[in-house]
């Protein structure tokens, strides 16, 4: 069973989608981006390092992933 709520997968893979150069092909980049924002509050810059919650990335990277054709 999934530990995050369907609402806030949802509302990442939205905003995903509407980062400027969304790109298919670079989805692990964007959903990475989404959940540093949701984390920080805040985009990361070039060379940010903080860390994220890498149990809500790879359940978005995954949703993401089975959802997209």
Do not use: T
């Not at 980062?19 to 692990?28: A, D, G, L, T, V």
């Amino acid at each position: 069973m999934s530990e995050y709520s369907k609402s806030l997968i949802n509302s990442l893979i939205k905003n995903v989608k509407e980062y400027p150069r969304f790109s298919k092909e670079e989805i692990e980049k964007f959903c990475w981006m989404a959940v540093h924002e949701h984390k920080h509050g805040v985009l990361p810059s070039e060379y940010d390092i903080r860390e994220i919650d890498e149990d809500l990335y790879l359940e978005l990277l995954q949703e993401f992933k089975s959802n997209i054709h």
